[in-house]
């Protein structure tokens, strides 16, 4: 076939964000020099042909209904350059390069009830899925956990008030988004699966299944003369990772699916190694509309942080610094036999390191 014969590629990834960047931005592309915050929820990019833009950044729900997004795009129309950019962590920011539109941006913001913050050493809004929109194994609406989280910790985003950045992280699900963060609040499923062995030979590929699970407690079985599954409870850790290959075993209960908190998780390797979180509550009662027992136990983590860790130290940092008897001491939280993982299964089984592994 000739060269000029062959169609395009259908491409079917998410489209050049180039075309969508605010013109200073497409400009000084790779030469920006140095930022600076000016206050809380503002950054100020210098760049090296002495060019600058103002970023403002904004929270919002994440689950926008079009009158909101229309109400946000026109703030953009009207009081900044017109370009937006929604962040990982719902946040939506304004670009101006005029230092003289930046307070009227704030003001017309905060007069349709927005905040601006989320910058430098305050607590981010709480990045999460929403697994009840999009996706087909959700046991919470971690979106509502995160409104009503950050309903009460509006004034720790809107200010600088924490030793260093704090990034919090929900999931709705026990096994794949939203484990990434100084404090993270996961859904724990706590009773194995109960499975519908009517529906197993008809929905589910049951060597798909079987591999899904991480400490070989599926088995193939017969069951009323249909091909079905069986789970050895003995070796079950619930976590879940069957549910989405096969809907019939279903984990999410309304009493036994918990919350449970994280801490200390760090991706960077700025000031210290990247670690894994360590669980510090569980079996914190999976309780809309607000989630009180969830928000409670996050509020006594952050206020102690805020009291007693050094400035720049993030939670991991200032764990690593006093111990964990004393963070269990001053935070108040049960420490139990619970807390010591002694699952052996995991050295063979788990990636526990940051290198790449072919
Ligand atoms: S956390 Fe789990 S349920 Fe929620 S969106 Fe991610 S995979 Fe889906
Ligand atoms: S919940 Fe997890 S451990 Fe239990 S059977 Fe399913 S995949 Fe295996």
Redesign the pocket.
Known sequence: MAMADMREPIESGCPDGFQYMHPAMRKNFGMWSYHEDPQPGVLKHVSKTGDTIYTVKVGTQRILDLFTLRKLTSIADEFADGYVRFTIRSNIEYYVTDEAKVQPLIAAIEKEGFVVGGTRNSVAMISH?Q?WLH?D??GTD?SGVVKSMMDELIDEFKQWNMPNRVHMTT???Q????GQGDIAINIQHTKPPKISHDLVANVCERPTVVARCPVAAIRPAIVNGKPSLEVDEKKCICCGACFPPCPPMQINDPEHSKLAIWVGGNHSNARSKPSFQKLVAAGIPNNPPRWPEATGIVKRILKEYKDGAKDWERINDWIDRIGWPRFFEVTGLPFTKYHIDNWRGARNSLNASTHIRF
């Open positions: 899925t697994g996706c194994i959700p971690a999931s709705c699900c096994i794949n988004c939203g």
